[in-house]
């Protein structure tokens, strides 16, 4: 049967058959049979050809012509829209993009807060050692008294000029504008803000080229300098031929290359370096935490090492973070410190549960006293590696953070 003898056929602009067709005989001609046109339908203009046969009304029924003033609060109100999205992106890209992301607005005097109660406990905690250390002192020997005051006197020095030298590195380095990769490419996915994803990509390409012009490379004095920081001979030479590939204007085709060439060419080895210098003192930490007499050299070894990390980093990029990142960094300098000397207090207990544990394997090992000091002995090992491991992980992950802040481009 042929579609068309469908009576059952009611799709839209097909007409349904009333009556069957009487079979056509071989070679008999059709008799054509001319359409009729339907009446038009009220209020509805048809072109000539055109039935309204299964269509619906094309034309709304209130229909009028913008006028002038509809036109202008159209495009008053698409500028409104655009102005938001604009402040909206422009704020992520001038924020500090590692230092409080959940924050918003209020992330800059968040972060000097915390700063502000990590200076407080951190400078509470060491005067109160302090205090406790000189009474303990006064009553000893006097050559002891000498040593005592001159080691307290040389840490304290030490702190101090560690400090220092991270304050006349923030004065003298350029602050760092992070750039996004992921905000560019937010703003290239917004039609209405391509000419603003172009502007904003170009200012940051010129950015981080002024970046890799003015890394100090140049000199001999200025490579030793580097050396001192984990810059092998190797990577400073690596250094050099992606700086020689990225101030070639004609060489990459796209700014997305680009990009990619300087995080894994420049970039990159600085974030060797910069690991390298992490796990170096991060290590010393915890070895001086872990053989630490009293909670004061662990506080102050912990605040030393803290600074010293960041002034590190901070040549290493040749960059400094900005202010609410600067307030995050030095909060949790301070706090780790607080936290360093803590850990002192926990270290009589950890021992005092390692003793207790050991006591029945010292006492099947060896008899009487021996044992006894064998699980003395075991437990306060314990103890202080278990602080000094504490210590360690603490101020990695302070130089991770400060790496991801110090980074002159990110994802």
């Known amino acids: 049967m042929s579609r068309y003898d469908d009576e059952d056929d009611d799709r839209l602009g097909v007409p349904t058959a009333t009556a069957p067709r009487p079979p056509a005989s071989a070679g008999a001609a059709v008799p054509f049979v001319p359409a009729v046109a339907p009446a038009p339908v009220a209020g509805l203009t048809l072109r000539e050809g055109e039935t309204d046969l299964g269509r619906p009304e094309q034309v709304p029924t209130h229909q009028q012509v913008l006028s002038a003033d509809d036109h202008q609060a159209l495009r008053a109100e698409e500028d409104r829209r655009a102005a938001e999205e604009l402040a909206r992106l422009e704020e992520m890209m001038a924020a500090d993009p590692e230092a409080f992301r959940w924050a918003g607005w209020f992330a800059s005097p968040l972060a000097f807060t915390l700063l502000l109660g990590s200076v407080g406990l951190a400078g509470l905690f060491l005067f109160n050692q302090v205090m406790a250390l000189l009474a303990s002192l006064a009553v000893q020997p006097a050559w002891v008294q000498y040593a005592g005051y001159s080691a307290v006197a040389l840490l304290g020095g030490a702190v101090l000029v560690a400090m220092l030298r991270v304050l006349v590195l923030y004065v003298r380095l350029k602050r760092n504008q992070q750039v ?26 010129e950015r981080v080229v002024e970046y890799v012009r003015a890394y100090p490379i140049g000199t001999e004095k200025e490579r ?3 050396h001192l920081l984990g810059l092998t001979d190797a990577r400073v030479t690596a250094l050099e031929v992606a700086r020689g590939d990225l101030l070639d204007p004609a060489r990459y085709t796209s700014l997305e290359r680009w990009f990619d060439r300087f995080r894994a060419g420049f970039q990159g080895v600085l974030d060797e370096a910069a690991a390298e210098r992490v796990a170096y003192w991060s290590k010393r930490t915890g070895a001086v935490t872990a053989v630490s007499p009293n909670a004061f050299v662990d506080g102050a070894a912990t605040l030393y090492h803290g600074f010293a990390m960041i002034g590190d980093l901070c040549r290493l990029y040749n960059l400094r973070a900005g202010r609410t990142g600067t307030a995050v960094l030095l909060g949790q300098v301070f706090f780790y410190s607080y936290l360093a000397g803590q850990l002192n207090d926990l270290e009589t207990l950890t021992s005092d549960h390692l003793e207790t ?9 060896a008899a009487g006293a021996v044992g006894g000091v064998a699980a003395k002995l075991g437990g306060k090992l314990g103890s202080k590696a278990l602080s000094g491991a504490l210590n360690y992980v603490l101020l990695r992950r302070l130089g991770k953070y400060a790496c991801r802040l110090l980074r002159p481009v990110a994802l």
């Open 180 to 205: 996004r990769l992921a905000v560019l490419g937010e703003l290239q996915q917004r039609t209405r803000l391509r000419w603003l994803a172009k502007a904003k990509t170009d200012e940051a390409r």
């Open 224 to 226: 030793k300098k580097l």
């Open 357 to 365: 544990a050991l006591s029945p394997l010292s006492d099947v090992a």
